[in-house]
């Protein structure tokens, strides 16, 4: 298992350093594109490029790129600049999670909107600072949204293959808008089942983090409706095992490692496998405490080690972490039964086991 994490870990900081050198080399074009017009445009989009290059783990561009070397091994250069457009996507979806969520910190700095708040302040004063940051944010992320469309559309792929790829682009963020309305819908509902929390991490996380980037990169390089079946058969349950380890870590992890604050999950409300299941087998006294910290900004660390014990106690931990590896199986048994290249099926079933077990 060492072996494996430090071959990932190794190639995975490898790509990120290529990923994020064509990044910085899109955003200074469109930095100095924007200055053309207006020392305005140039603040938010050299703000759109601080904040997209502060940090992350760039796997949707990755899953791009492997998702090309799955059916090529030729243009290396030219996927790696395409596959640019779902980081630029990831942080248009961020900036604007961020503003629906009161946030204000990510990755350890401001967001977006919050830098534009200051911008404000800075330039025009306190009036209406903070309306004026959210507004200039939003419109920051439809400009994102509209690179990563841009990014796939002048790339230097088959004309008919680039049509297909802005499609499953579409795609992607329409699932994620959907996810978005069910995950709003859910905080407002006063009960949630197991299936609308699957079908939220499908929309939100399995198709945006690792089916459609995979889909992008393979209709980049010819793909059938065959292979495509194959990279959903694989992306969509590894994409759920993704989203509930990631749950696991958010009330489980070390902060250390994941960078999240003990508890956030529990202090934002979030309605994970995790709590469904607690609630489900324990006492009306837990369920108090449960229902009580979730969505309380001022829970303290004592009451969610109770909530985490009584997770553990009812067996919802080991139910999701036997979730994971079974979805995390199912995803490896079917890439490495694909006729897919071996170069990109070794590193799919490399990844997903990296997933499984990840710690931050």
Same mark, same amino acid.
Do not use: W
């Given at each position: 298992?060492?072996?494996?994490?430090?071959?990932?870990?190794?190639?995975?900081?490898?790509?990120?350093?290529?990923?994020?050198?064509?990044?910085?080399?899109?955003?200074?074009?469109?930095?100095?594109?924007?200055?053309?017009?207006?020392?305005?445009?140039?603040?938010?989009?050299?703000?759109?490029?601080?904040?997209?290059?502060? /940090?992350?783990?760039?796997?949707?561009? +990755?899953?791009? $790129?492997?998702?090309? @070397?799955?059916? %090529?091994?030729?243009? *290396? &250069?030219?996927?790696?600049?395409?596959?640019?457009?779902?980081?630029?996507?990831?942080?248009?979806?961020?900036?604007?999670?961020?503003?629906?969520?009161?946030?204000?910190?990510?990755?350890?700095?401001?967001?977006?909107?919050?830098?534009?708040?200051?911008?404000?302040?800075?330039?025009?004063?306190?009036?209406?600072?903070?309306?004026?940051?959210?507004?200039?944010?939003?419109?920051?992320?439809?400009?994102?949204?509209?690179?990563?469309?841009?990014?796939?559309?002048?790339?230097?792929?088959?004309?008919?293959?680039?049509?297909?790829?802005?499609?499953?682009?579409?795609?992607?963020?329409?699932?994620?808008?959907?996810?978005?309305?069910?995950?709003?819908?859910?905080?407002?509902? /006063?009960?949630?089942?197991?299936?609308? +929390?699957?079908? $939220?991490?499908?929309? @939100?996380?399995? %198709?945006?983090?690792? *089916? &459609?980037?995979?889909?992008?990169?393979?209709?980049?390089?010819?793909?059938?409706?065959?292979?495509?079946?194959?990279?959903?058969?694989?992306?969509?349950?590894?994409?759920?095992?993704?989203?509930?380890?990631?749950?696991?870590?958010?009330?489980?992890?070390?902060?250390?490692?994941?960078?999240?604050?003990?508890?956030?999950?529990?202090?934002?409300?979030?309605?994970?496998?995790?709590?469904?299941?607690?609630?489900?087998?324990?006492?009306?006294?837990?369920?108090?405490?449960?229902?009580?910290?979730?969505?309380?900004?001022?829970?303290?660390?004592?009451?969610?080690?109770?909530?985490?014990?009584?997770?553990?106690?009812?067996?919802?931990?080991?139910?999701?972490?036997?979730?994971?590896?079974?979805?995390?199986?199912?995803?490896?048994?079917? $890439?490495?039964?694909?006729?897919?290249?071996?170069?990109?099926? *070794?590193?799919?079933?490399?990844?997903?086991?990296?997933?499984?077990?990840?710690?931050?």
């Amino acid at each position: 298992m060492r072996t494996i994490t430090a071959d990932i870990t190794g190639l995975l900081e490898q790509y990120q350093e290529r990923i994020n050198a064509r990044l910085t080399r899109f955003f200074d074009a469109k930095i100095e594109e924007a200055s053309i017009i207006s020392k305005h445009t140039r603040d938010v989009v050299a703000g759109a490029k601080e904040y997209t290059l502060r /940090g992350g783990k760039r796997l949707r561009p +990755i899953f791009c $790129i492997y998702g090309y @070397k799955c059916l %090529s091994a030729e243009n *290396e &250069g030219a996927i790696f600049d395409a596959a640019i457009s779902l980081e630029l996507m990831q942080s248009y979806l961020l900036i604007h999670d961020d503003i629906m969520d009161e946030d204000e910190l990510r990755r350890g700095r401001r967001t977006f909107h919050i830098l534009c708040r200051e911008l404000c302040e800075s330039q025009f004063g306190l009036n209406k600072a903070h309306k004026y940051g959210e507004n200039i944010a939003i419109v920051g992320g439809d400009l994102l949204e509209s690179y990563g469309a841009e990014v796939l559309a002048t790339s230097s792929f088959k004309s008919e293959y680039v049509q297909k790829a802005l499609a499953a682009y579409a795609k992607i963020v329409k699932n994620v808008g959907y996810g978005q309305i069910l995950d709003l819908t859910a905080e407002r509902k /006063g009960s949630f089942s197991e299936d609308e +929390i699957l079908t $939220i991490h499908h929309l @939100k996380t399995a %198709s945006y983090t690792i *089916e &459609g980037p995979l889909h992008i990169g393979a209709l980049l390089a010819g793909a059938t409706a065959a292979d495509l079946k194959l990279l959903s058969d694989y992306g969509t349950p590894l994409g759920l095992a993704f989203q509930i380890q990631d749950d696991i870590l958010g009330l489980f992890g070390s902060e250390r490692k994941t960078g999240k604050p003990v508890g956030s999950d529990i202090r934002e409300g979030k309605k994970t496998l995790l709590i469904l299941h607690a609630l489900e087998r324990c006492s009306e006294a837990e369920k108090a405490v449960i229902l009580t910290a979730l969505g309380n900004e001022a829970v303290t660390n004592d009451t969610i080690e109770v909530v985490r014990a009584i997770v553990r106690a009812t067996g919802s931990l080991d139910y999701s972490r036997t979730l994971v590896r079974e979805l995390t199986e199912k995803a490896v048994a079917t $890439i490495s039964e694909s006729m897919f290249r071996e170069e990109a099926k *070794e590193f799919l079933v490399k990844i997903a086991d990296f997933i499984g077990r990840r710690e931050y």
